[in-house]
């Protein structure tokens, strides 16, 4: 892994971390790398003070020979594969340590410690305060491509008592955590949350919650401090502990509601927060009116989830709306300028006339139980988790991603997922039911311990084979240069019911678009029962080996009718299809120059003929001419040759509609706009220009009904998306 991914973590950052682990009890780092461990051979390592090392010198990727690290244990541990806690050294800086083959007596039992152990058995082998000296110590990169101090060797591994010579001479700029009360728990906490640290307030809330269990304050705070945190199942312990208690308090009600709406349980959810809004109704004092508020309008929030679960009603265009005020980026360093940047509030849905069901070659795979007709919403799907590259790196987007930002957000996405798993074990079941790649368990194969895991290496398979490029709507729709066509992604994310596609090249029958972290499928033509519904992985227009290559990573070996005739092409059809391809490489970008002249628009012509003559007989499957033809045709209004551009125009305007190609046809149709405007022909330039803006809508709302609000609401698309195309509409009075 690449050294530039490795940080060194902050002290309050290690703590916080390593506190949430303890809190799950589960090893988010149980899968550190066995390969490259350190050498094992163990030399005496004098315990001279010029010996000693301190954490901040430690270099990454080396084992310290000679060296020794004095530290004290200043966390509960965890004993998954390895011993894992926190450590201190008389700097005051903070490290994790994994001491692996570290088998200790436990202190009330004759037995060794070799396997998983609860955090409190584990702690007890390795108590808080217990001083450590850790010869030839190893630094190193954990799977979450942190830092981490690793032991191999329990010899080099030796418990100091508090009068070792050692200590006597050393001073610990910091002592271990002292014991509060259930108030100075209760406001230390508080402390943290207020400072938006939500995960050390439940670690001190934790704390208290111990002393006292049924401290309805500890428990109602914690479940907040969950809520915050995306936790809702954790917050929902919390609230019904605390309603035990005191069944009719209000905030810890309001609580409860937000719990189960982040569970997805929206009816439970609305009834809930109903009965709350009429208890607080009924009350006059200052306190219960602001709650009464509160529920009113988080209700009608439910309530918008609820029928967007149920019946799949969604306000699309306010969907977008928001979508555009969450994805604005600082300009000074090119972070979101909204928290949680283009990441929506809204519920999924699934259509009930499809289910999945397993094939023969392809394994699981979506399919229709009943007719479905065309653009008809099959799901919607929140990502699980989802990475822009504005969020691993600084600096501007440009339209190519560079190898190194790939493995930044590759790695983010595992980082976000494990994370997530490891605060929410009982969401594993979901993501492991993915296809892992070949040879992996299946999901009902895995016993109940593995299945609330993180298991780093099944989650790295999953990304590998049901990631989705971020191509949000926004990038499909910028009037962008012909070149940057298909260049437009912009992170990954992983989708759970949508990753149950299969994919075909051509004969897909279902599209998909995202906007913000909301994937919206919907069926591109008519689906028969029983038909499979598939979407394409990559689109047909890219060249068979570009095709073969990307599916090759995902496993997939695509029969579909285009990659057969691919490949039973002559190699003679080979050599003159990757010939012309290469001229128009060479040719494209004069398109756009002052110098573009007839000479060019025959060289093009050349090869948008060569192109179509090598497929004459499959004319259907031919997909290379497009963006050539597409060239031609604004060479051809260049030159002011604008019937044959537009004859062309309308050509691949066809076939993008018959192939339901990456939503391209609203562009090419303004395009016949303004082509029919160019010759003054203003009412066939207008319905052209109304079909760009019906194809634009129903790509966000699907089939639209013919009333007058659909132009109200496409302008409104076109004026945000493709605000070049509406200025030239307007100043020939087409929109
Ligand atoms: C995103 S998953 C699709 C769901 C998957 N079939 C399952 O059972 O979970 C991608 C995997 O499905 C399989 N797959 C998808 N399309 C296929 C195709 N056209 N031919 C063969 N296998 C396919 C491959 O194993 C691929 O790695």
Redesign the pocket.
């Known amino acids: 892994m690449a050294d530039d991914l490795v940080q060194r973590k902050s002290r309050e950052q290690l703590i916080k971390e390593h506190e949430m682990i303890l809190t799950i009890h589960d090893a988010y780092f149980m899968h550190v790398a066995n390969s490259s461990g350190p050498n094992q051979e163990t030399k005496n390592v004098k315990l001279l003070s010029k010996n000693r090392i301190s954490i901040a010198n430690l270099k990454l990727n080396n084992v310290h020979t000679g060296k020794y690290l004095l530290c004290q244990v200043i966390s509960k541990s965890i004993k998954r594969d390895a011993l894992y806690t926190l450590i201190e050294d008389p700097e005051g800086d903070v490290e994790r340590l994994a001491l692996y083959n570290w088998a200790p007596r436990s202190s009330n039992s004759s037995e060794y410690i070799s396997n998983a152990l609860s955090t409190s058995e584990a702690s007890k082998s390795l108590p808080m305060g217990t001083k450590l000296v850790i010869k030839k110590p190893y630094y190193t990169i954990s799977t979450d491509y942190s830092a981490i101090i690793r032991s191999d060797n329990p010899g080099d591994v030796v418990i100091i008592d508090n009068n070792h010579n050692l200590l006597k001479e050393t001073k610990w700029s910091t002592s271990c955590p002292e014991i509060l009360t259930v108030d100075e728990f209760r406001l230390r906490g508080n402390k943290h949350f207020e400072s938006n640290d939500f995960a050390r307030a439940i670690s001190v809330y934790s704390d208290g919650i111990k002393l006292d269990p049924n401290n309805i304050t500890l428990l109602s705070n914690r479940a907040e401090a969950y809520l915050r945190l995306n936790q809702y199942k954790k917050a929902l312990d919390d609230v019904e502990n605390a309603l035990r208690n005191d069944p009719l308090h209000p905030k810890v009600a309001f609580r409860k509601g937000k719990a189960l709406c982040g569970l997805k349980r929206y009816s439970e959810a609305c009834s809930v927060l109903r009965d709350l809004y009429d208890r607080m109704k009924e009350k006059t004092d200052h306190s219960s009116k602001l709650i009464m508020q509160n529920t009113e309008e988080f209700l009608a929030h439910v309530d918008m989830l609820y029928s967007e679960n149920k019946i799949g009603k969604y306000d699309f265009v306010r969907i977008l709306n928001e979508f555009m005020e969450k994805s604005k980026i600082k300009e000074n360093d090119g972070s979101w300028a909204c928290e949680m940047g283009p990441r929506l509030n809204h519920a999924d849905f699934l259509h009930k006339d499809i289910e ?1 069901r ?2 023969k ?5 979506w399919f229709a139980k009943r007719d479905i007709p065309e653009k008809t919403l099959l799901m919607v799907s929140k990502a699980f988790e989802a990475v822009h590259v504005n969020e691993v790196s600084s600096g501007t987007h440009t339209d190519h991603l560079s190898k190194a930002s790939r493995i930044a957000i590759s790695a983010e996405l595992l980082e976000k997922i494990s994370r997530r798993l490891a605060e929410e074990p009982e969401l594993c079941e979901e993501v492991y ?3 892992a ?2 040879g992996t368990t299946t999901v009902k194969e895995l016993d109940y311990e593995s299945l609330r895991s993180v298991d780093v290496k099944r989650i790295m398979g999953i990304i590998q ?2 990631s989705f490029a971020l191509t949000h709507v926004f990038c499909n729709l910028e009037n962008k240069e012909e070149n940057n066509l298909f260049s437009d992604d912009c992170g990954i994310g992983l989708w759970i019911l ?7 090249c051509v004969d897909r029958n279902v599209r998909w678009i995202l906007i913000g972290d909301l994937m919206i499928v919907r069926s591109s033509r008519k689906i028969s029962k029983d038909e499979e519904l ?1 979407s394409s ?1 990559i689109e047909p227009y890219n060249k068979y080996e570009e095709r073969s290559e990307r ?1 090759l990573k ?7 009718r285009l990659c057969k005739l691919d490949r039973s092409d002559s190699s003679e059809t080979k050599t003159k299809l990757k010939n012309l391809l290469k001229t128009f490489e060479a040719h494209k970008s004069q398109v756009y120059s002052d110098s573009a002249d007839h000479l060019l628009e025959n060289k093009l012509e050349e090869i948008v003929e060569g192109l179509c003559d090598l497929r004459k007989e499959d004319p259907d499957l031919e997909f290379q001419s497009l963006i050539p033809k597409s060239s031609l045709a604004i060479l051809y209004a260049k030159n002011g040759n604008v019937h044959k551009s537009m004859a062309l125009y309308k050509n691949i305007y066809n076939f993008a509609k018959k192939h339901h190609l990456r939503p391209l046809a609203h562009k090419y149709a303004f395009q016949i706009s303004f082509c029919y405007g160019g010759i003054g022909q203003i009412e066939r330039a207008k319905h052209w220009a109304d079909t760009g803006l019906r194809d634009l809508l129903e790509l966000i709302k699907g089939k639209i009904d013919n009333n007058a609000k659909w132009r109200k609401d496409a302008i409104f698309i076109a004026e945000n998306f493709l605000p070049d195309i509406v200025f030239l509409a307007r100043q020939i009075n087409l929109i």
Not at 361 to 365: A, L, M, S, V
């Open positions: 999945i397993t094939t070659e392809k394994g699981r795979g039911q993915l296809y790649g070949p084979h049901n949508p990753s149950f596609f299969n994919h075909s598939l992985y599916l995902v496993n997939v070996k695509c029969q579909c």
